[in-house]
């Protein structure tokens, strides 16, 4: 079965693909999903990773090439792009809510503000009580993309995803 080649019709069918580390957002809410374009009969889509070694990019590329197939596209290629390098920036701000209300800080500052002293604040608010009063546990947590944090008001530990 080959599928008519629509470029909304093909986005609809992938943007919600879960993240595999964060399951509340999607490879849209992280701004990864970077393009769809069709060469001859084949369906590409272009990819960025969070950071370099992202172990999630196999198996997002894996159910992108799934949901295509049962789509009934028969040929799909998933190409992985490093430049533009991804940025933190890129998160939706939908995305940023729902990684608050999972218990992950999300990023505080942006990227591009020149005034930042630091990408890493020394205090990330908690998303549980909403305190700012918190310390670094550990420069990572559950992945490398974000940092391990305790509040020192509720005493929850926390992971923020780190700006970057």
């Not at 290629?77 to 390098?85: D, F, G, L, N, R």
Request: proline share 7%.
């Amino acid at each position: 079965m080959i599928a008519t080649a629509n470029h909304s019709h093909i986005l609809e069918q992938i943007k919600n693909i879960p993240d595999p580390e964060i399951p509340v957002i999607t490879i849209a809410d992280l701004g990864i999903l970077r393009e769809v374009a069709f060469k001859d009969d084949e369906v590409e889509v272009f990819i960025t990773p969070t950071y370099s070694g992202c172990p999630a990019m196999m198996a997002i590329e894996k159910q992108i090439i799934q949901v295509l197939k049962d789509e009934g596209f028969s040929k799909v290629k998933v190409h992985t792009v490093y430049s533009p390098v991804w940025t933190t920036d890129w998160l939706t701000a939908e995305a940023k809510e729902k990684l608050r209300a999972y218990g992950i800080a999300p990023p505080e500052i942006s990227t591009s503000d020149k005034n930042a002293l630091s990408l890493h604040p020394k205090k990330i608010t908690c998303p549980r009580c909403g305190s700012s009063n918190s310390t670094r546990v550990s420069e990572f947590g559950s992945t490398a993309c974000k940092a391990l944090y305790k509040c020192n008001d509720c005493l929850e530990p926390f992971d923020y995803f780190k700006c970057h």
